[in-house]
């Protein structure tokens, strides 16, 4: 069974510090690796995808990948309230024929305190 | 910008009712997918469609069924609605290469 780990949290930080998600998966061949957040009642929505081992960095965001550790994470600078939602990490394994299918994790609630 | 829409925000049925979710995408992506999600089970991949008139089962197909008979519309059927299929139900689609998938705002169905 491929697997995507993520500490369900709730995780919780003030204002203006830096949020750090982490996520594990098991299938080795997995090849990319997505953020999502979902608002509470709503739908998740891409924030970040990471190829290559490394840092991304996308404005306050930065994803790291290190596939050595199989440890996909998400860091989340100078938080904002507005930032409070779960946080959805998803892996693409490799696979041949039809349509690949992201495997997600259950996600990790954060609540960034004012 | 990816556009999802999906058919309701918010759904009332009751048991035994053929209930019929569609999804459209606006942007010719070959991959299309239904999820349901509930608290604590996290997202549940129900079927998928690679293709027009191409579809495989997901991790949770029993109840359900689908239909793609255009590459931009992908529609969920539940055959004979049940309480245990209240859900939030999320489609989404995505293009082969870079891989990116695209939620649609999701359909809170209630089945009474």
């Known amino acids: 069974q491929k697997e995507v780990e993520q500490n369900s949290g709730p995780l919780s930080v003030p204002e203006g510090a830096i949020a750090s998600l982490n996520c594990t998966y098991s299938?080795?061949?997995?090849?990319?690796f997505f953020w999502y957040r979902q608002y509470s009642g709503k739908s998740p929505e891409l924030i970040m995808f990471?190829?290559?081992?490394g840092d991304k960095e996308d404005g306050r965001f930065t994803a790291q990948l290190n596939k050595a550790s199989q440890y996909v994470s998400l860091l989340i600078r100078d938080s904002q309230p507005s930032d409070s939602a779960t946080y959805l990490c998803?892996?693409?394994?490799?696979?041949?024929?039809?349509?690949?299918?992201?495997?997600f994790g259950s996600g990790t609630q954060l609540t960034v305190l004012p | 910008d990816v556009k999802v829409t999906q058919s309701s925000r918010y759904l009332v049925k009751r048991t035994g009712e053929k209930v019929f979710l569609e999804c459209v995408q606006d942007?010719?992506?070959?991959?299309m997918f239904w999820y349901r999600q509930d608290p604590g089970l996290g997202l549940r991949l129900i079927y998928f469609?690679?293709?027009?008139?191409?579809?495989e089962k997901g991790d949770i197909p029993e109840g359900y069924s689908v239909s793609r008979e255009k590459k931009e519309r992908f529609s969920l059927i539940l055959e004979s609605a049940s309480t245990n299929q209240t859900s939030m139900y999320l489609c989404?689609?995505?293009?082969?290469?870079?891989?990116?998938?695209?939620f649609g705002p999701g359909t809170r169905l209630t089945v009474t």
């Open positions: 998803a892996a693409d394994p490799l696979s041949s024929g039809s349509a690949r299918q992201l495997t």
């Open positions: 990471i190829y290559s081992n």
């Open positions: 989404a689609s995505r293009v082969s290469d870079p891989y990116e998938q695209y």
């Open positions: 299938d080795r061949g997995s090849q990319s």
């Open positions: 469609s690679y293709d027009v008139k191409m579809k």
């Open positions: 942007m010719d992506h070959e991959n």
